[in-house]
């Protein structure tokens, strides 16, 4: 059989029910024999895995997906339904080279790598040209079989040909070191050798044990003529010698569809796990389910699909069967109908219907009882009382952080993520950092259990584990960022005992580190622990000491640390100045005089000569923006820097400094056409040759404005506003009078009530008698 297919699964139930063996033998790791009756659980819902981890290295791990269409799963719970011993038979997983060799993946079926695919083989030999077609046709799409043994007893005569073409006709065992070379034996590498080698020596026991009726085994279909071939006791046991081994844990995890599929890298996945789940799942007419389904989820998103639309498309896929020989109307008919009929031909819903349906964001279960390490079962007490449950669709949390629960979830995910464990990622929103809410994306992915697994060694609870690495991060950092960042984490996931840790470390790594660049990139965070931890009640008293000497030290050495600087180093230390400047803005109010310090510190930028003129264009706006410099000095810095005598490509790197990337820079332009007209007679006089030298840097600045801000200044520039101060009102030329227009004014106000919901006059009416509409301010 395939190992995960309806019509597979569908044929071993049958094939089982007709047999009733005394035993099943399933290939898969034995030492997971002591797990299988957890399937009977009624808690335990697939898709599900087998993780096997090496207990001395967590992250080395293999998996063994199972579905509820995969006919290993349907044997299993056979077997327990019916009261008959089950075992996996398959190599132990200790021998697992994934876990054995620490970057070599391998995970149960993805292990079958056979050298030639059987399935194109078999289908090009069909005159098919695709081999999931081919198989769903032969296989998955066909009724059930008048005799239930037929169909494996055809696809075991297939693979031995196709076997014994591969291995020129070698015969499967000739000799007992046929595999101990790795050649290109019998079931290939040595690897798969020692599988089916393992799986002849259990195959033997539970004959001599059950009588040679009495046995089912249920395996990949490549590997039927290896167990089925003569070998002897000896030569199997011969390519078991010498194998690598591993000290594992396993334990039952949950899956998911996506992770089924064959993009995600899994070697033996399906092209459409959420398809042939339908297909294993539906009682009878499946494609009128199907679509069906299909119209549920763009009527979901608001797109207009009726009955009639879901006939018509049954009809077309069905008539597309017909016309291409199929026995069933299968994916690529239902989809080319839906795209014809409920979509009008777009492929934009498509791609929402096969990410939600042909692949699916199924995630399974599995019970308490299942062994799992402790910061496992910590985190999964902490998801029930906080009621985050992992889900497989990402899907946005918004937290108020005044709320005792969702403080406690935002502590919850932060932790995590310094554990390494990505369940959540912040999103950047209405909830951004600063403010009473939070918001993040969460999705749970089944290797986020390996990650567990691996975090395990910091701890049993997820409070603990996080707490030592963070303790741990904070004695080998090497950069004062990293501590700085590192302090804050440990404030957002409410860690109070690593921050004693990490404040030495901090201490004592800002006192040895002397480079600005260095404290510059430290002191945002430190500014924004200080200014929002009372929002999350936490204490950062300790903090600010070393954030207002942190900002003591950069006021003192920025003026030296920027004379000199080469382009790349100037355009780094430009962040570095916006950065800062808004983290001493954070900070607590008791600081105006350290805020009094920067301002001067930007003043002896942007009036040294030696400064490279990115820097002082951006130390004048940041001044300016802060109402800190009037703005007829700003017009006379830059009256200065755009001077005859200073060169092109520094009066366009002033520019870029002074008009570029800071928030607002275009509008600054059109609504001082005085700083504007500065701008135009300067580029006017630009000689041809140096044009060519500043164009790029020039073109980087006004590239980033919005392109109705451009258009503004496009108009203002051709219309030829004065570079001295404002145009004359009178001479007809559009442009800014030196006081309020009341009048201009005044006529916006109708429009202002209305959306305001204010009264019109003093009786309180409305504005022409409109229905006003009140506005929610937050």
């Known amino acids: 059989m395939r190992h995960h297919g309806p019509g597979s699964a569908r044929a071993v139930r049958a094939a089982l029910d007709a047999a009733a063996p005394r035993t099943v033998l399933i290939e898969g790791p034995p030492e997971a024999d002591a797990l299988l009756a957890l399937a009977a659980d009624e808690a335990m819902r697939p898709p599900v895995a087998l993780l096997a981890h090496a207990v001395d290295d967590p992250g080395r791990a293999a998996f063994w997906p199972l579905a509820e269409f995969s006919p290993e799963w349907v044997a299993l719970r056979w077997a327990l339904a019916h009261d008959v011993p089950a075992r996996f038979i398959d190599l132990p997983a200790a021998h697992a080279p994934a876990l054995t060799a620490a970057g070599q993946e391998e995970s149960g079926p993805e292990a079958d790598g056979v050298r030639t695919d059987p399935l194109a083989v078999l289908a090009g030999a069909a005159g098919y040209d695709d081999p999931e077609r081919w198989w769903e046709d032969a296989v998955e799409h066909r009724g059930a079989a008048a005799d239930p043994f037929a169909p494996f007893e055809a696809v075991a005569e297939i693979m031995g040909a196709l076997r014994e073409e591969r291995d020129g006709g070698a015969e499967s065992g000739e000799s007992e070191e046929s595999g101990e070379s790795g050649g290109d034996g019998d079931g290939g590498d040595r690897w798969d050798l020692a599988r089916e080698a393992h799986m002849r020596l259990q195959l033997r026991g539970a004959r001599k044990e059950f009588g040679d ?190 709320k005792d629960s969702d403080g406690e979830r935002s502590r919850l995910l932060h932790r995590l993520r310094l554990l390494g464990i990505g369940w959540g990622e912040p999103a950047h929103g209405r909830g951004s950092t600063g403010t009473f809410r939070e918001s993040w994306r969460l999705r749970w992915e089944p290797e986020l259990s390996v990650r567990i697994a691996e975090a395990g060694v910091w701890g049993t609870t997820v409070l603990s584990a996080a707490t030592a690495k963070a303790e741990w991060r904070a004695g080998s950092a090497t950069a004062l960022a990293e501590v700085t960042a590192l302090a804050e984490r440990c404030l957002l996931a409410g860690l109070p005992d690593a921050l004693p840790v990490v404040m030495r470390a901090l201490a004592d790594r800002a006192a040895l580190d002397t480079d600005v660049g260095h404290l510059a990139q430290a002191l945002p965070a430190l500014a924004r622990s200080l200014r929002y931890g009372d929002v999350r009640s936490t204490d950062t008293g300790a903090l600010g000491d070393v954030a207002a000497g942190l900002a003591e030290r950069i006021c003192v050495g920025l003026p030296p640390a920027c004379a000199g600087l080469d382009a790349d180093g100037a355009a780094g230390m430009r962040d570095h100045l916006d950065s800062v400047h808004t983290a001493i803005g954070l900070l607590p109010d008791g600081s105006r005089e350290l805020a009094g310090r920067w301002e001067a510190a930007l003043h002896r930028l942007a009036e040294r000569d030696t400064v490279p003129g990115v820097l002082r264009g951006r130390a004048a706006r940041l001044l300016l923006d802060a109402g800190r410099l009037a703005e007829d000095e700003a017009a006379r810095f830059m009256g200065l820097a755009l001077s005859p005598g200073t060169p092109p490509a520094d009066a366009a790197a002033w520019i870029e400094g002074f008009i570029g990337g800071a928030a607002g820079g275009g509008m600054l332009l059109v609504h001082d056409e005085r700083l504007l007209g500065l701008v135009d007679a300067w580029l006017n006089g630009v000689s041809a040759d140096a044009f060519t030298d500043v164009l790029p840097l020039l073109r980087r600045t006004f590239s980033a404005y919005e392109p109705g801000v451009r258009r503004t200044l496009g108009e203002l520039v051709r219309r030829g506003p004065a570079a001295g101060g404002p145009p004359d009102s009178g001479a007809g030329v559009p442009g800014f009078g030196p006081d309020l227009d009341e009048t201009r004014a005044d006529a916006v106000l109708p429009v202002l009530r209305l959306l305001l919901g204010a009264g019109a006059g003093p009786g309180g009416d409305r504005a022409d008698g409109d229905q006003a509409m009140t506005i929610g301010w937050e």
């Open 213 to 402: 009726d009495g046995v089912a085994v249920v395996c990949g279909a490549w590997h039927v003529p290896a167990l089925a071939g003569k070998t002897t006791v000896a030569a199997d046991r011969a390519l078991l010698r010498g194998l690598p081994r591993a000290r594992i844990e396993m334990t039952w995890v949950p899956w998911t569809h996506r992770r089924l599929a064959r993009h995600s890298g899994y070697g033996a996945g399906i092209e459409s796990p959420g398809w042939y789940g339908h297909l294993f799942g539906a009682p009878d007419r499946p494609v009128e389910r199907w679509l069906t389904r299909v119209a549920g989820l763009l009527r979901e998103e608001d797109r207009i699909v009726s009955s009639a639309h879901v006939i018509e498309a049954v009809r077309l896929a069905e008539t597309l069967a017909v016309m291409r020989g199929r026995p069933l109307a299968g994916l690529s008919e239902t989809t080319d109908a839906v795209r014809a009929v409920m979509c009008e031909g777009s492929e934009v819903p498509l791609g929402l219907i096969r990410d939600r349906l042909v692949v699916g964001d199924v995630l399974g279960e599995v019970p308490d009882s299942a062994p799992a390490v402790p910061l496992q079962r910590d985190l999964t007490r902490a998801q029930r009382s906080l009621r985050l449950k992992p889900e497989a669709l990402e899907r946005e949390l918004d937290l108020d952080l005044r």
